[in-house]
């Protein structure tokens, strides 16, 4: 794709400039800088937590430890966090008419916050909690989080509203990313490891469907050598903000 003298920030940026229909894929790297620690990797969650706590059936067979370490990751160390240059820079790109929809696997809310206003949400949210016997949702800010399991007035259980490994992906979000994959031109990926299945697939939807992939990764992923056209590599802040500044510089 490049010619050896171009830059690859200068590629990416005709491409986005040029393009019909971008989108952007991101994970758990665009929020690292939020201070949210990504799951994989030296620093990831997963090697201070044991993943089994999000496994479906895990939780249903040992909530009180499962919700010990939700409530650490997903309620400690989310409350607080912010929108980050990256998140900013994608909310940018979509007000002035550059980007139509982020698709995320994050959990956090931080596309939102930053101001994006089409956020298809792989994985769910976890600013609300479902009980599991009636069926009702509430915001998670309204819980008592200081006794688990967290219980509803009904008396069922609550979990949190997004998605654990061994559950459905939300249909609706799940229908809308692959429609955006496949209409997409330029898929902007941003922060993902590639390894959770099917939220991997949606890359490789748009690749198969013409789409020009540009990467933005601090180490390359397994997206990098089946669908990265080009390859950006840096934290998202610096990344995202030098190619959000030089796609809305040019008139
Ligand atoms: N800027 C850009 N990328 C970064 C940064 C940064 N500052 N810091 C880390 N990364 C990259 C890492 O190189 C890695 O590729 O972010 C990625 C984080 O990978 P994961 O922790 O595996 O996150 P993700 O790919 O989103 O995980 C997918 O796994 O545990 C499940 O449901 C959870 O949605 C999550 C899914």
Same mark, same amino acid.
């Given at each position: 794709? $490049?010619? +050896?003298?171009?830059? +690859?920030? /200068?590629?990416?940026?005709?491409?986005?400039?040029?393009?019909?229909?971008?989108?952007?894929? %991101?994970g758990?790297?665009?929020? *690292?800088?939020?201070?949210?620690p990504?799951? #994989?990797?030296e620093?990831? $969650?997963?090697? #201070? !937590?044991?993943?089994?706590c999000l496994?479906?059936? !895990?939780?249903?067979?040992?909530?009180g @430890?499962?919700?010990?370490v939700i409530?650490?990751?997903?309620?400690?160390?989310? %409350?607080?966090?912010k929108?980050n240059a990256a998140?900013?820079?994608?909310?940018?790109l979509?007000?002035h008419g550059?980007?139509r929809a982020?698709?995320t696997?994050?959990? /956090?809310n931080l596309?939102?916050?930053a101001g994006?206003?089409?956020?298809h @949400?792989?994985?769910?949210?976890?600013?609300?909690l479902?009980?599991l016997?009636?069926?009702q #949702?509430?915001?998670?800010?309204?819980? /008592?989080l200081?006794?688990?399991?967290p219980l509803?007035?009904?008396g069922?259980m609550?979990?949190?509203?997004?998605?654990?490994?061994?559950?459905?992906?939300?249909e609706?979000?799940?229908?809308?990313?692959?429609l955006?994959?496949?209409?997409?031109?330029?898929?902007l $990926?941003?922060?993902t490891t590639?390894?959770?299945?099917?939220?991997? $697939?949606? +890359?490789?939807?748009?690749?198969?469907h013409?789409?020009?992939?540009?990467?933005?990764? %601090?180490? +390359?992923?397994?997206? %990098?050598?089946r *669908?990265? /056209?080009?390859?950006l @590599?840096?934290?998202?802040?610096e990344?995202?903000?030098?190619?959000r500044d030089a796609?809305?510089?040019?008139?």
């Amino acid at each position: 794709m $490049l010619t +050896p003298h171009e830059n +690859p920030l /200068d590629r990416a940026v005709a491409l986005i400039r040029n393009a019909g229909h971008v989108i952007a894929f %991101t994970g758990a790297g665009i929020s *690292v800088e939020s201070g949210i620690p990504a799951f #994989r990797g030296e620093e990831g $969650l997963w090697k #201070r !937590y044991d993943p089994r706590c999000l496994e479906i059936d !895990y939780f249903h067979s040992h909530a009180g @430890e499962a919700w010990r370490v939700i409530r650490e990751i997903f309620y400690d160390f989310f %409350t607080g966090a912010k929108p980050n240059a990256a998140h900013r820079a994608l909310a940018d790109l979509e007000a002035h008419g550059r980007l139509r929809a982020v698709i995320t696997q994050n959990i /956090d809310n931080l596309h939102q916050e930053a101001g994006s206003r089409v956020v298809h @949400e792989f994985h769910g949210n976890s600013q609300v909690l479902l009980c599991l016997r009636c069926g009702q #949702r509430v915001p998670a800010r309204a819980v /008592d989080l200081t006794q688990l399991p967290p219980l509803c007035s009904c008396g069922g259980m609550y979990k949190p509203d997004f998605v654990f490994f061994g559950e459905m992906i939300p249909e609706k979000a799940r229908a809308a990313s692959f429609l955006e994959a496949e209409r997409a031109d330029v898929l902007l $990926l941003v922060g993902t490891t590639g390894e959770v299945m099917p939220a991997n $697939l949606v +890359p490789e939807s748009a690749k198969r469907h013409g789409a020009a992939v540009i990467e933005i990764n %601090t180490a +390359p992923s397994l997206h %990098t050598p089946r *669908v990265t /056209d080009i390859y950006l @590599e840096g934290k998202a802040t610096e990344v995202m903000q030098a190619l959000r500044d030089a796609v809305l510089a040019q008139k």
